[in-house]
Structure formats: structure tokens, C-alpha cells
């Protein structure tokens, strides 16, 4: 089982820029998908991004053309870049693989306000 450590989080103002990191242990980790998710208070926790092995990624609609995933596996690590940060980003952004096996860390809190 993949453990998984999320860590960037903070205050921004909209309009900013956040890079989030996922620590993950494992020397297999570069054989799983591994994706972005996040909650924001009473609502749902929902996929932000995803990458694949092979380092190809997806994105939701709300987050597309702002925030770029991407991993590093000689550190096992998978980053969130975030920019042109909004108000309705704000949450507790979580990583895990994808699909989500359910395995949530405690994940690290972005708040976007001025």
C-alpha cells in the first residue's frame, strides 16, 4: 500500500500561485496513476487531475489551462502547480492513486481570499 504525504499548502491571493508536492513511499510507485483531489467545506470530494505512468494527464474543467500536474518518480513525488488561483479553489487538496483506492493522507489546505 502506497502512504502518501501532501504538503504547499497555504493563504494566497486570487490571482496567485501555489505548488503542491505528494510524498509517496513505495519503490512502485512509479507504476501507478496518481491524482489530484480535493474538498471544500460540505461538498464532496472530486478529482482535480490525474497523470498516468506514462506521464499523461487530464484535468477537470474548472482547473484547465491553471493548474499542471506532473511527477517526478526517481522521487516519488507528484506536484500540483496551481496559478491564476481563485476564491472557489479553496480546499483541502488531497493526492492519492487514480483511481482513487481511498487511501487519504490529511491532505493540506489551500485558501484563496484577499
Known amino acids: 500500500q502506497v502512504q502518501l504525504v501532501e504538503s504547499g499548502g497555504g493563504l494566497v491571493q486570487p490571482g496567485g500561485s501555489l505548488r503542491l508536492s505528494c510524498a509517496a513511499s513505495g519503490s512502485i510507485f512509479r507504476f501507478y496513476a496518481m491524482g489530484w483531489y480535493r474538498q471544500a467545506p460540505g461538498k464532496q470530494r472530486n478529482l482535480v487531475a490525474h497523470i498516468t505512468s506514462g506521464g499523461q494527464s487530464n484535468y477537470a474543467d474548472s482547473v484547465k489551462g491553471r493548474f499542471t500536474i506532473s511527477r517526478d518518480d526517481a522521487k516519488n513525488t507528484v506536484y500540483l502547480q496551481m496559478n491564476s488561483l481563485k476564491p472557489e479553489d479553496t480546499a483541502v487538496y488531497y493526492c492519492?492513486?487514480?483511481?482513487?483506492?481511498?487511501?487519504w493522507g490529511q491532505g493540506t489546505q489551500v485558501t484563496v481570499s484577499a
Open positions: 492519492d492513486t487514480f483511481p482513487a483506492q481511498g487511501n
